[in-house]
C-alpha cells in the first residue's frame, strides 16, 4: 500500500520531436497545435484539472519554450484586451493558471516516452500519478472524462491503469497492445503486452492510448529498463514487469480519442470540436 495514495499529480511528457507534423513542429512544440483556437495540452491540463488533479508536471526538451508562456500570465497581453470584446478568449486559459500549479523539468536526449516519465519523477516523487499524452485528445460527451474513470477504476484496483480501445489488427504496428482476463465488464487484468507489434504477433485487438495511472515503483523499473523497439525507453516494457506480478489494469474507456500526432487524427479532432 503506497503512503500517499490519492492521485494529485498529472505527468505531461512534451519533449518529443513530432516528426509527424514536419515542418509545422520545427519551431512549435506539437502539444502547442491547436485545434480550433486551443493547444492541444491545454486540453489535456483541463481535462486533469476536470478530474481533481491541480499539479501539473510537464517534462519539455529543448525549443519548447512556448508551453511554459502559455501557461503563464502575459500582463502586455491583458493589459491591451482588458475591457474589450475580446476578453472572454482568456477566460479558459485564466481558470486554468489560476487552479492549477506547473512546473517543469527538460528531457535532455529525447530517449522515447519511458525515459521521458522516468525525467518527471524529480516532479512527482514517492506517489501514484497520472500520464496525459497531450497528443491523443479524448472527449466524453456523455459523462466522465477518460481521466475521471481510470481514477475511479485505479481508487479500486490500486495499481497502475492503462486506457485501451481495440483497434483493427492492421494497426497493431503503431501501439502498445495487451492481453489480460476480463475482471469486469471492460476491465482487464494485463498478463502480457507488447510494444508495436505486428498484426499476427499482437496479443489482442486492445491497443493503449495516451492516458495512464501509474504507481511510483514504475520509476524503479524503468531506470533498470534496456532500451527496446526502435532503440527508444519504452513504458511498455515497464509496464509488463508490473504486469507479471498483477499490478496492471487496462481500462476501455468510455468516449472519442483522436490521435493528434498524425494528421488524419488532426483533422478529424478539428471537425468534431467544430461541430461540437
Ligand atoms: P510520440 O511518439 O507520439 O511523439 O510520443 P513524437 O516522437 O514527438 O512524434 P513523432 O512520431 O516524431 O511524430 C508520445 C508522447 O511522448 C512524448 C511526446 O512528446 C508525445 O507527447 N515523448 C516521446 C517525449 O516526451 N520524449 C520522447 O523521447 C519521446
Redesign the pocket.
Given at each position: 500500500m503506497q503512503k500517499n495514495n490519492k492521485i494529485r499529480k498529472c505527468l505531461f511528457?512534451?519533449?518529443?520531436?513530432?516528426?509527424?507534423?514536419l515542418p509545422a513542429t520545427k519551431a512549435i512544440p506539437?502539444?502547442m497545435l491547436p485545434v480550433l483556437t486551443k493547444p492541444l495540452l491545454q486540453y489535456g491540463v483541463e481535462e486533469a484539472l476536470g478530474a481533481g488533479l491541480t499539479t501539473m508536471a510537464i517534462?519539455t526538451?529543448r525549443g519548447k519554450r512556448a508551453i511554459e508562456d502559455h501557461f503563464d500570465v502575459s500582463y502586455e497581453l491583458e493589459h491591451q484586451i482588458k475591457g474589450t470584446s475580446k476578453e472572454h478568449y482568456m477566460t479558459g486559459i485564466r481558470d486554468v493558471i489560476s487552479k492549477c500549479t506547473f512546473s517543469y523539468t527538460r528531457?535532455i536526449e529525447?530517449?522515447?516516452?519511458g525515459?521521458?516519465i522516468l525525467s518527471g519523477e524529480t516532479l512527482i516523487g514517492d506517489e501514484p500519478f497520472a500520464v496525459v499524452?497531450?497528443?491523443d485528445l479524448c472527449d466524453n460527451e456523455d459523462g466522465e472524462s477518460v481521466l475521471s474513470q481510470m481514477i475511479e477504476v485505479y481508487e479500486k484496483y490500486k495499481c497502475s491503469v492503462v486506457a485501451v480501445e481495440e483497434i483493427p489488427l492492421k494497426d497493431s504496428n503503431k501501439y502498445g497492445v495487451i492481453a489480460g482476463n476480463e475482471e469486469e465488464d471492460g476491465i482487464f487484468r494485463v498478463n502480457n503486452m507488447v510494444e508495436k507489434p505486428d498484426p499476427q504477433d499482437a496479443p489482442s485487438n486492445l491497443a493503449i492510448i495516451?492516458r495512464y495511472i501509474l504507481t511510483p515503483d514504475i520509476f524503479d523499473i524503468l531506470g533498470e529498463t534496456k532500451p527496446g523497439k526502435g532503440g527508444?525507453i519504452q513504458i511498455t516494457d515497464a509496464l509488463l514487469i508490473q504486469a507479471k506480478q498483477g499490478n496492471v489494469i487496462a481500462y476501455k474507456f468510455k468516449g472519442k480519442r483522436f490521435d493528434c500526432?498524425s494528421v488524419d487524427g488532426f483533422v478529424e479532432a478539428t471537425n468534431y470540436f467544430y461541430k461540437k
Amino acid at each position: 500500500m503506497q503512503k500517499n495514495n490519492k492521485i494529485r499529480k498529472c505527468l505531461f511528457p512534451a519533449a518529443g520531436y513530432g516528426t509527424r507534423f514536419l515542418p509545422a513542429t520545427k519551431a512549435i512544440p506539437k502539444e502547442m497545435l491547436p485545434v480550433l483556437t486551443k493547444p492541444l495540452l491545454q486540453y489535456g491540463v483541463e481535462e486533469a484539472l476536470g478530474a481533481g488533479l491541480t499539479t501539473m508536471a510537464i517534462v519539455t526538451g529543448r525549443g519548447k519554450r512556448a508551453i511554459e508562456d502559455h501557461f503563464d500570465v502575459s500582463y502586455e497581453l491583458e493589459h491591451q484586451i482588458k475591457g474589450t470584446s475580446k476578453e472572454h478568449y482568456m477566460t479558459g486559459i485564466r481558470d486554468v493558471i489560476s487552479k492549477c500549479t506547473f512546473s517543469y523539468t527538460r528531457q535532455i536526449e529525447m530517449k522515447g516516452l519511458g525515459h521521458a516519465i522516468l525525467s518527471g519523477e524529480t516532479l512527482i516523487g514517492d506517489e501514484p500519478f497520472a500520464v496525459v499524452l497531450a497528443d491523443d485528445l479524448c472527449d466524453n460527451e456523455d459523462g466522465e472524462s477518460v481521466l475521471s474513470q481510470m481514477i475511479e477504476v485505479y481508487e479500486k484496483y490500486k495499481c497502475s491503469v492503462v486506457a485501451v480501445e481495440e483497434i483493427p489488427l492492421k494497426d497493431s504496428n503503431k501501439y502498445g497492445v495487451i492481453a489480460g482476463n476480463e475482471e469486469e465488464d471492460g476491465i482487464f487484468r494485463v498478463n502480457n503486452m507488447v510494444e508495436k507489434p505486428d498484426p499476427q504477433d499482437a496479443p489482442s485487438n486492445l491497443a493503449i492510448i495516451g492516458r495512464y495511472i501509474l504507481t511510483p515503483d514504475i520509476f524503479d523499473i524503468l531506470g533498470e529498463t534496456k532500451p527496446g523497439k526502435g532503440g527508444e525507453i519504452q513504458i511498455t516494457d515497464a509496464l509488463l514487469i508490473q504486469a507479471k506480478q498483477g499490478n496492471v489494469i487496462a481500462y476501455k474507456f468510455k468516449g472519442k480519442r483522436f490521435d493528434c500526432g498524425s494528421v488524419d487524427g488532426f483533422v478529424e479532432a478539428t471537425n468534431y470540436f467544430y461541430k461540437k
